[in-house]
């Protein structure tokens, strides 16, 4: 009696002579192909990493056997707690995997050829999904047919734009009563997802994490491009040229908010925004020390910045400094009088062309208004007693490291204490 072996399934034997040859491989290094050689094998490995894509995706469609015999919510359940896989994403890939056995089987037959990756497949899926039921199936057809054509050029993001337009390509007659819709759902959207919130870290940090509009945060972007231009951020923070791109950003958002005019914000309580901060009179004089600033983003109100810091922030910012005697008695809250007035900033740009630092070219119109006679020490608020320095030399100002030299000619020239 002769027995017969049972073949095995094709697409388990497809699987499985991969995974063999691919064992059969492994100890193979690319490092020694030739540049044209590697230009290939790369190529090919995106095109089978699309066809594995297209074949676990249609496995995923048909397996809701699978979620029942195991008692889960879903396929996806099961294989990520399996396969130790991220379950979002794999419950994202369940999705695209109907879409594409019951809607769109001509992107399931192109991705099994290799012709269109995992990324591109679902963003043709979801430009699809969003066209309007009332366009029709031979135009929606038609729109799949073009998007597959734009995908042998184009990546998934350009994919998407143009996934995006491509109503106004397969019905434009009513691409623009429906560009509208979109464009209202979408801004409801943002109205009701956008949020901005603040978690102090305790190391002199605060998280800030936003979401917001496209609109609002494309005018942020444009304002913080407009502070880390070479004249800009590099006149408070030298070295930012050398620094990554998200850290000049957060430099740029401090000096934005810096330049803020306090009186032109809401008022709160029938008083001008105001930030207050509390420093001991000796520690105001000094430099010395910290000093307390309130804020409503930490549990107490209150956070700390160095004396130094408050000095600084004083020329400039909407600050009421709440003075403290030694033992903690309020002996004077200043008013913002004390503040350089439009004024005196137009008489100052007079004077000063540039940053009153010798050597320095900032344009003064970038410049903040300095007391040479420090306010904590009874400096007065007018023009004889007062230069326009770009914002780091401002910083250099209150740095305890330095000395000041008055120039001849009305500029500052710094000197490193020994």
Known sequence: MTLTQTPPQPLTAAV???????????????????????????????????????????????????????????VTQWLATTVHADPVRMRGDEKLAHALDGRFPATAAVMASGGVNLDQARVIAECLDDLPDRIGVEAKAQAETDLLGFAREFGPADLRRLGRAILHV???????????????????????KSSVRFRPLGDGTTRVSMRLADATAGRLGTYLDSFTSPRGLEATCPEAERLPRHRRLALAFGTLLEHLDPRRLPEHGGDATTVIVTVGLEQLRSGLGAATLT??????????????EARRLACTAGIIPAVLGGQGEVLDLGRKQRLFSPAIRRALGLKQKTCAAEGCTVPARWCE??????????????????KLFCGFDHHRMHDPAYDRELLPDGQVRFHRKT
């Not at 209150?302 to 004396?307: N, Q, T, V």
């Open 170 to 192: 397969c019905a434009p007659e009513i691409a623009d009563a429906e560009d509208a819709r979109r464009l209202q759902e979408q801004e409801k959207h943002a109205a009701e």
């Open 369 to 386: 208004a300095h007391h040479l006679v420090p306010w904590s020490q009874g400096g007065h608020t007018r023009l004889k007693d007062a």
């Open 295 to 308: 804020t409503p983003l930490t549990a107490d109100g209150a956070g700390e910045i160095s004396a130094t």
């Open 16 to 74: 499985g002579t991969a995974r063999h040859a691919l064992a059969e491989v492994r100890d193979v290094q690319p490092l020694y192909l030739g540049r044209d050689e590697k230009e290939v094998l790369l190529v090919q490995l995106a095109g089978l990493q699309a066809q594995v894509d297209e074949l676990r995706l249609r496995t995923l469609a048909v397996s809701s056997d699978v979620a029942e015999e195991h008692g889960t919510r879903d």
